[in-house]
DNA sequence: GCCAACGTTGGC
DNA sequence: GCCAACGTTGGC
């Protein structure tokens, strides 16, 4: 059982949108570091943290809930569609250069753990989303640091 | 909106 | 295979 750290924007797809769908493929990652976590590394019942990137004062950067992985590796159908904002033509249905999985919602925090409660906080030192520059939208997260954060968001 | 950090592309 | 140019991410 591994743990992870996913990104979003807050104000593209949020907590309160995997709560209301239950259940969404994770689409439209192009970076290849993240495709090859989702490919090789994440399994089903593997935990999640729900982050939303991009904050604003209102609703600041920071974990928002959690999450577990519902599906094996798949396709992402997004990359097939011309129309869609992530179609790549490169992507070819075949032999798909973008592979994701589904999440599932889990729970949504009573408060959000922002960014700056993690840089603050002492037993989340190394954590890798409060490292300058870390831009990586899937993250492997140690159990402890899971854990610490899951009780943090209580 | 700015800008630093990073990933990707493409010329050589 | 190097590296400059470019595009994107994401915190502030």
Known sequence: MNHWLIKSEGDCY???????????????????????FMRDSIKV??????????????????VYGTAKVS???HADMTAFDKKDDHYDAKSKKE???????????VSKFKKPVTLSQIKF??????????QK?????????????FEFI?????
């Not at 019942?45 to 920071?62: A, I, M, R, W």
């Not at 032999?95 to 919602?105: A, K």
């Not at 037993?123 to 989303?129: D, E, N, P």
Request: hydrophobic share 30%; proline share 7%.
């Open 133 to 145: 520059g870390s831009r990586l939208s899937i993250q492997p997260v140690s159990k402890e640091h």
């Open 95 to 105: 032999n798909p250069t973008w592979i994701l999985v589904d999440v599932s919602f």
């Open 45 to 62: 019942g593997d935990k999640v943290l729900f982050y939303h990137s991009n904050g604003t004062k209102e609703n600041p950067t920071g």
């Open 14 to 36: 949020s907590i309160d949108d995997l709560k209301k769908d239950k259940k969404t493929p994770w689409s439209g990652i192009r970076n290849f570091q993240a495709r090859n």
């Open 71 to 73: 599906s094996k590796p």
């Open 121 to 130: 906080e002492p037993k989340l030192k190394g954590i890798m989303v409060a």
């Open 150 to 154: 899951t009780n943090m968001g209580k």
